[in-house]
């Protein structure tokens, strides 16, 4: 899968006009200090889908409204994925009973006997499931990894392309679960 910088940078500033290129720069770029969550006012909803984890359970995204939510579009292959996978399962970890909940969608098509394992050696612990064409541009999926955080009312706070920075992400995080 090829993805096109000029498109996600289109979709970034669909979602938040004032967003920096940086975050369609890629994976080397990390959110810089300066960029906010966007405001409540300008927030747009979340596209719901349902897809099957490789559970076999049901994930249904508006089941988690008054959640926030980290939605992360990645990959077993995705290098930046695999940086950013073990600052989400301490996320998860750190802020499951705070309200956050994580939800992992793989970009690849990757066969759930192939993630699966990946998710046991990784200690991620929260649902996973198989994206497709369809719901990536739903979500302006156009490079990975792409993180986005949901507030408790289903509405889009943060998309980021590439590695977050982890010490704002974390900042990004406590701010929407106050």
Known sequence: M?????????????LHPASSLAHAAGPAVPKTASEELIPATSRKPAPDFTLTDVAGRSLTLSRYRGRVVLLDFWATTCGGCKVEIPWYVEFDRR????????LGIDMYGETARVIRPFM???????????????????????????????????????????IVNKAEFEKDIQALLR
């Open 95 to 102: 802020y499951r009973s705070k309200g956050l909940a994580l």
């Open 120 to 162: 046991r050696k990784s200690h991620m612990d929260y649902p996973v499931a198989i994206g497709n064409n369809a719901l990536g541009a739903r979500f302006g999926v156009h490079e990975m990894p792409l993180t986005l955080l949901i507030d408790r009312n289903g509405r889009i706070t943060v998309s980021h392309a590439g």
């Open 2 to 14: 090829y993805f096109r910088l000029a498109a996600i940078t289109m979709f970034l500033a669909i």
